[in-house]
Structure formats: C-alpha cells, structure tokens
C-alpha cells in the first residue's frame, strides 16, 4: 500500500507484464475510464489497509481457531507482498486446511495462473467418493 503506482505490478505479480497483470492495471485511452479505474484501485487498497494494517496481526490469531469449514489456501510461490511462509501459519491455525502452493505466481495467482488455480478449487470442491478419484 505504500508504493508508487508504477511500482505495484512488479509486487504483485511474478511477472509484471504477464497478461493478468496488463488487465489489472490497464492504462485506459478514455480519460474517464482511466480515472475510474485509479479510483478504483485506491479505494481497493484503502479497504485492505483498514483492515489488515498493520499485517502482524488484527486480531486474527484470537479469532482464527474458529474456522470450522474445510479450507484451501492458494499462494503464489513467487509472493512478494506476503510472502508463503505466512500459509504455514494460517496451517498451523485451521485444523485440516490445505495449502496448495502455484509456481509461476505471485500474489494474484488466481490472474496469473488462472487453470492452475482453477483446477485447484475444482478439486477441492469435488465430493470425495470412488467416481471422483
């Protein structure tokens, strides 16, 4: 959140002009447009600083015990905002969640790798049983 605009791909994304990252920070033609999109993005990171600044912790580590449903957390190997060791605290956390690791990807793997990620959910919605195996 403290970074120049310029600088946000190259942290966010493994690679800064990968396709997911030419769609997120698409410099619009129409000046409207453009100015929206900045908007939008401000706000964006507004909303995630109020709520995970300062990143130690909000409070989670009191409240995280209380996740009860079956969890998946997809990381980007390649994260340089938060980095995947962070993943091993949030296993160690959530009873049974499973963490799933996406080479090639930062920390929007979901717009980097978006058939790997996928392909991730997919499975772990999947109902266990023999027909899905």
């Not at 942290?11 to 033609?29: L, T, W, Y």
């Not at 209380?66 to 091993?88: F, H, M, N, Q, S």
């Amino acid at each position: 959140m403290m970074l120049n605009p310029p600088e946000l791909p190259g942290a966010i994304f493994r690679d800064p002009a990968s396709a997911g990252a030419r769609v997120m920070f698409a410099r619009a033609e129409d000046e409207e447009a453009r100015v929206t999109a900045q908007v939008g993005l401000t706000w964006a990171m507004g909303a995630t600083g109020k709520f995970i600044w300062p990143i130690p912790d909000k409070g989670l580590k009191k409240r995280i015990h209380r996740v009860k449903a079956p969890t998946l957390l997809i990381w980007g190997a390649e994260d340089r905002l938060v980095p995947p060791i962070y993943a091993e605290d949030f296993l160690r956390h959530i009873p049974g969640a499973r963490i799933e690791t996406v080479e090639k990807a930062g920390h929007a793997p979901h717009l980097e790798q978006p058939a790997a990620v996928a392909g991730l959910v997919c499975d772990f919605l999947r109902p266990p049983g023999p027909s899905n195996r």
